[in-house]
C-alpha cells in the first residue's frame, strides 16, 4: 500500500515537473519582458522568481491557468520589490533627517 503512494506521488511530482518545464520554456520571452519593464537587478530576479515557483509548487493543484497566474505573479513580485525598495530608501532618508 505505501509503495503504490509513493508511486502516485512521484508520477504526480514527474506530471508537475514536465508541465512546468514546457510552460516555462513557453513563456520565457514574456517573463524577459517582464524582467526588461521592471529593471529589476538579475540577483534579485533570480531570487524573486524562485520565490514565485516555490508559491506555484505548492498551490498547483488548485490553479486553473498556470500561465497567466505565473505572469501576474511574477509582475506582482516585481511590484512589492520596487515597493519594499522605496519604502527602505525614504526610511533611510528620514532617519538621517
Excluded at 39 to 46: D, G, L, N, S
Excluded at 70 to 75: E, G, R, T
Amino acid at each position: 500500500m505505501e509503495v503504490a503512494v509513493q508511486g502516485q506521488a512521484k508520477a504526480a511530482d514527474d506530471v508537475l515537473s514536465d508541465h512546468l518545464s514546457s510552460t516555462l520554456s513557453s513563456l520565457q520571452p514574456r517573463i524577459k519582458q517582464i524582467l526588461y519593464h521592471y529593471r529589476i537587478p538579475e540577483h534579485e530576479a533570480e531570487d524573486l522568481v524562485q520565490e514565485v515557483l516555490l508559491t506555484l509548487v505548492r498551490r498547483y493543484d488548485k490553479l486553473e491557468n498556470l500561465e497567466a497566474w505565473l505572469v501576474c505573479a511574477i509582475s506582482n513580485q516585481f511590484l512589492l520589490y520596487w515597493r519594499k525598495y522605496r519604502k527602505r530608501l525614504y526610511q533611510t532618508v528620514d532617519e538621517s533627517l
